[in-house]
């Protein structure tokens, strides 16, 4: 078996520190200045907030073209956008901001990001709290960001995933640390930008942690009614009507890793019925009832499970339900797993260090570039890429929860 030296705490703090400001620093200087077509639809959303165009906020969900007129206006070579499906709160928050030009809005969201998922790497471990040396923990996320296309288009689009993340991690964090209503208000305010976190409550329920559940849900409420107040009803009827959209819909496309599109795809390859017109584009279809069906039944046995066999272990309920619930989500983009990323390195707490290290090495490997770009050349007649990335997620929830797991003793 495999040991790793252990540092003087002093020395490996500082260690780690380096590794983490090096990381940091080239990170920033390779994304700095530069024009993030994900965080651009919130700098867009707070310009129309701003100047009373609140029925154009949600307008570009399936009609892109309806902002192209102010996307124009910055005349930026690069200047592209994906539509706002963020609740209304988070454009009022962005309309004082967006009379800054857009790089000096989008440079501060890099710099913060990029903070947070440093700081992630270290709430993750703590969150975990493996029988490895901090700086093995370290330097095993730090290749992984680096390998994966998951980091890489989260940084590219600045996605406001990166802060989902952090939050998420963050509550764990407190959870695990026994500050019950710090991590509820952290897990709330994560669900406050993206829902699906929302399902990770379930960890305090069943832990019969009432404070931190009672916490997060009055914490949602705080910030559900503050959303209402300053961006009015109608909003929120334009949000809803552009979830109900989208969850209405497969969408298939390379970067959507999520079970929906997997079955659909393979009943194409099993019947031969075509998806479109090859090479395939994006391609979203209305959602079948056996398609729904199929997804739900998947979400509820794969949440028995991993309940029943990760009993009593957190971090591993964790990880478990992060990966179901992207899963099980209308749009799971390939960014959306960047929590599992980050907790990842677990697995030197369940299994052999020889074998822990192999999974890093395939994960790595079967979500880089690399990887994405072969599969883009094979089986034409789906988005193989989407393919390969569910399945790994499907695999990494199989090999986690197939059988009891408990810590292994080094």
């Given at each position: 078996m495999i040991q790793f030296p252990s540092l003087p705490t002093k020395m490996e703090?500082?260690?780690?520190?380096?590794?983490?400001?090096?990381?940091?620093?080239?990170?920033?200087?390779t994304y700095w200045n530069s024009w993030p077509p994900d965080l651009s639809a919130l700098y867009?959303?707070?310009?129309?907030?701003?100047?009373?165009?609140?029925?154009?906020?949600?307008?570009?969900i399936g009609n892109l073209p309806a902002w192209q007129a102010e996307l124009d206006r910055f005349e930026h070579p690069d200047a592209a956008t994906f539509p706002y499906l963020y609740p209304p709160l988070w454009a009022v928050l962005a309309a004082p901001f967006s009379a800054l030009p857009p790089t000096y809005f989008f440079n501060g969201f890099y710099a913060l990001h990029i903070t947070m998922i440093a700081a992630s790497i270290i709430l993750a471990y703590r969150v975990v709290r493996p029988q490895?040396?901090?700086?093995?923990?370290?330097?095993?996320?730090?290749?992984?960001?680096?390998?994966?296309?998951?980091?890489?288009?989260a940084l590219l689009h600045n996605q406001m995933q990166i802060s989902v993340a952090f939050l998420i991690i963050l509550s764990f964090e407190r959870y695990k640390s026994g500050a019950f209503m710090a991590a509820g208000a952290a897990l709330a305010l994560a669900a406050s930008l993206k829902l699906v976190p929302a399902v990770l409550g379930l960890i305090f329920l069943i832990d019969r942690r009432y404070i931190a559940a009672l916490a997060s849900l009055s914490a949602g409420l705080i910030l559900l009614g503050a959303s209402i107040v300053l961006a009015g009803g109608a909003l929120h009827v334009d949000f809803l009507d552009s979830l109900q959209m989208v969850s209405g819909r497969v969408s298939i496309e390379p970067i959507n890793w999520n079970l929906e599109s997997l079955v659909v795809q393979i009943r194409s390859l099993i019947t031969g019925d075509p998806l479109g017109q090859i090479p395939l584009s994006t391609i979203r279809i209305p959602k079948p009832a056996w398609v729904a069906i199929t997804n739900y039944a998947l979400l509820l046995g794969g949440i028995a499970l991993l309940l029943h066999r990760a009993k009593?272990?957190?971090?591993?309920?964790?990880?478990?339900?992060?990966?179901?619930?992207?899963?099980?989500?209308?749009?799971?983009?390939?960014?959306?797993?960047?929590?599992?990323?980050?907790?990842?390195?677990?697995?030197?707490?369940?299994?052999?260090?020889?074998?822990?290290?192999?999974?890093?090495?395939?994960?790595?490997?079967?979500?880089?570039?690399?990887?994405?770009?072969?599969?883009?050349?094979i089986a034409p007649q789906v988005h193989a890429q989407s393919i390969l990335g569910t399945g790994l997620m499907i695999a990494l929830f199989v090999m986690l929860f197939a059988k009891p797991i408990k810590p292994i003793a080094r």
């Open positions: 703090h500082a260690l780690c520190a380096v590794l983490l400001l090096a990381w940091a620093l080239v990170s920033v200087t867009l959303a707070g310009r129309f907030y701003a100047s009373g165009q609140h029925d154009l906020i949600y307008s570009a490895i040396p901090l700086y093995v923990w370290t330097v095993a996320s730090l290749c992984l960001l680096q390998v994966s296309l998951i980091l890489e288009l009593g272990q957190m971090p591993l309920q964790l990880m478990g339900l992060v990966l179901i619930s992207t899963l099980a989500a209308p749009l799971a983009w390939i960014y959306h797993y960047l929590t599992v990323l980050l907790l990842l390195p677990m697995v030197f707490r369940y299994v052999q260090t020889g074998r822990a290290l192999a999974i890093l090495v395939v994960f790595g490997a079967a979500s880089s570039i690399h990887a994405f770009e072969l599969m883009g050349r």
